[in-house]
């Protein structure tokens, strides 16, 4: 069974900075994708970041570029949210989700944690 397990999410006052971790068990995580995702009160999720499975490709979404950073460590089969100069409106819960390598969909999912970021 895979278990997706966030953490390092808190409260932060805009400029600040967290590092979320996502820790993977139950499969062979260099043989998966991963995403962060994040979804605000009242809105819609949104996809803030992706990794792909060998840690080449990375993307961000237009509005996190330059500030955060994705990475992972198949190691440690964790991979990592580093969030820079942030902005209340970055507040929100964050998910890590796994999507079997060369496919799109994202088949399992954390529990979230919570990112608050005061003005």
């Known amino acids: 069974q895979v278990q997706l397990v966030e953490s390092g999410g808190g409260l932060v006052q805009a400029g600040g900075s967290l590092r979320l971790s996502c820790a993977m068990s139950?499969?062979?995580?260099?043989?998966?994708?991963l995403g962060w995702f994040r979804q605000a009160p009242g809105k819609e999720r949104e996809l803030v970041s992706t990794i792909s499975w060998n840690g080449i490709s990375t993307d961000y979404a237009d509005s996190v570029k330059g500030r955060f950073t994705i990475s992972r460590d198949n190691a440690k089969n964790t991979v990592y949210l580093q969030m820079d100069s942030l902005k209340p409106e970055d507040t929100a819960v964050y998910y890590c989700a796994a999507r079997i390598k060369y496919q799109t969909k994202y088949v399992y999912w954390g529990q979230g944690t919570q990112v608050t970021v005061s003005s």
């Open positions: 139950g499969r062979t995580f260099s043989s998966y994708g």
